[in-house]
């Protein structure tokens, strides 16, 4: 048995937004046994451009059921049948939260009509279901109400399966479920194309070929059937990215730092509509970290507010930012909130008050232990004026990836021959392909350089 579903809601998310109105057409293989509809009240408001779109407006919903009084019926309905839907993700995840808040785990097997008419009928340029029944001759009445699209869907599976008996068997089924779960604009074999195990930065595309997404994994593959794979709590910008997506491209980093460096570069630049963080351009942020010794000879830390010519410990956004960093470190590292430029009042700190200084706000704590304090403090936000190469793994067994560093800022990342020992400051050194430092590139490098990796120290040469 086929269970035909179609739903209209207040909105696309589940969780947030509410059903409308719920058809089911049962089918049993052969033809249509019976159907089910019913208005529901989502006891929330029903924008303006959503009764534009399917012509339910508060009013018409007003006395209609409450979802918790037709979900007994919904239950026995779709009882040992396959949910069957066009975009089949979008109504099972409304089902399935609606029921959730109910207390009540709703699962049913799975299959998309659109994935089933990409297979079916390939060549259209649309499987919208306004487009399929068009370009096949089947007639919808009520457009944008449950049972008008669900019993024309229910037209479109039944010319589906008479093309694709096999369908009636539970394992042919299971192989079309799982291929549902890839986004119906996605040719399936563009994912089976991706190696496995490959490091590196992804990007989804529409289908106009535009960048609408880029991300970064130790395991694309697997990051991608992660992306694909069902879940209740979706966003309306996941699902709408999911129905978006038509093509897939990435490139091979090998190293995870490469990957990260690259993607968070890629985002600045192209700014997709479904990334959300790292989308700033700003190169030279506000404000820095600085450190300085004062007349007594204490390390001192600073916010300032940055020129172009200026090296901070680190870059950061905003004064807020500068400000929570330079909290953290006082609580982490010990240090004295007078000493941190967070203090002005002379005398003790508020701290020192509360015995979380050891008093060098008032020389009861030596600069030479204080200092101390105050460069491990540093060292955990900052490389400093350091100049040098980082390696790591490149993207075969015969190469290493290299980032380059100079005098704390970044400069790019490449790749060397694995075995590459002639003039290797040269050889490393060529290999660089420049890329821009900005605050969020700091945050990435200053995270790897806690873990173990492999550093050569990079000399000016001084000519003579």
Do not use: W
Request: hydrophobic fraction near 35%; glycine fraction near 6%.
């Amino acid at each position: 048995m086929f269970a035909i579903v179609d739903i209209e809601t207040t909105g696309g998310r589940p969780g947030k937004d509410g059903i409308t109105e719920i058809a089911i057409v049962l089918h049993d293989g052969e033809k249509v046994v019976s159907t089910f509809s019913t208005l529901i009240n989502p006891f929330r408001n029903i924008p303006y451009q959503i009764t534009r779109i399917t012509g339910i407006d508060n009013e018409m919903v007003q006395d209609a059921p409450g979802f918790h009084e037709v979900a007994k019926e919904i239950v026995e309905l779709t009882e040992g049948a396959v949910f069957v839907a066009h975009n089949v993700n979008f109504d099972y995840a409304f089902l399935k939260q609606a029921f959730l808040e109910l207390g009540y785990t709703y699962q049913r097997k799975t299959m998309c009509t659109v994935r089933l008419s990409r297979i079916t009928f390939p060549g259209f340029p649309s499987y919208s279901l306004g487009n399929l029944c068009e370009k096949l001759g089947i007639e919808i009445t009520n457009r944008h109400r449950a049972l008008g699209d669900a019993m024309a869907t229910a037209i479109l599976f039944d010319r589906i399966l008479k093309l694709n008996p096999g369908l009636q068997n539970g394992k042919e089924r299971e192989k079309i479920a799982k291929k549902s779960k890839i986004p119906p604009n996605l040719d399936q074999k563009i994912l089976q194309d991706i190696p496995e195990g490959i490091t590196g930065v992804y990007y989804f595309h529409d289908g106009k070929g535009e960048i609408i997404y880029v991300g970064k994994s130790n395991d694309i593959r697997k990051r991608l059937n992660q992306h694909f794979a069902f879940k209740v709590k979706d966003s309306e910008k996941a699902l709408m990215m999911k129905e978006t997506l038509a093509d897939i491209s990435y490139v091979n980093t090998g190293s995870e730092l490469v990957a990260l460096l690259l993607e968070s570069d890629e985002i600045k630049k192209v700014k997709p509509i479904f990334n959300h963080a790292q989308k700033r351009t700003r190169l030279i942020p506000f404000y820095g970290i600085f450190s300085f010794y004062d007349q007594n000879n204490y390390l001192r830390l600073t916010i300032q507010r940055l020129k172009n010519s200026d090296r901070p410990l680190r870059l950061v956004d905003n004064m807020m930012s500068a400000r929570n960093l330079l909290t953290r470190l006082i609580r982490q590292f010990g240090l004295c909130s007078a000493k941190c430029d967070m203090h002005h009042t002379g005398g003790p700190c508020f701290d020192y008050q509360l015995h979380k200084c050891d008093g060098a706000c008032i020389g009861e704590e030596t600069s030479e232990v204080y200092n101390r304090k105050v460069e491990e403090a540093i060292e955990s936000i900052s490389f400093m004026n350091e100049s040098f190469f980082i390696l790591d793994k490149g993207r075969n067994i015969h190469e290493k990836s290299v980032v380059f560093i100079e005098k704390g800022q970044y400069k790019g990342f490449g790749f060397v021959e694995a075995n590459s020992e002639t003039d290797l400051q040269e050889t490393l050194l060529n290999s660089i392909k420049p890329y821009s430092h900005n605050s969020d590139i700091q945050t990435i490098l200053c995270t790897y350089l806690k873990k173990e990796h492999i550093k050569i120290p990079y000399k000016e040469r001084v000519d003579a």
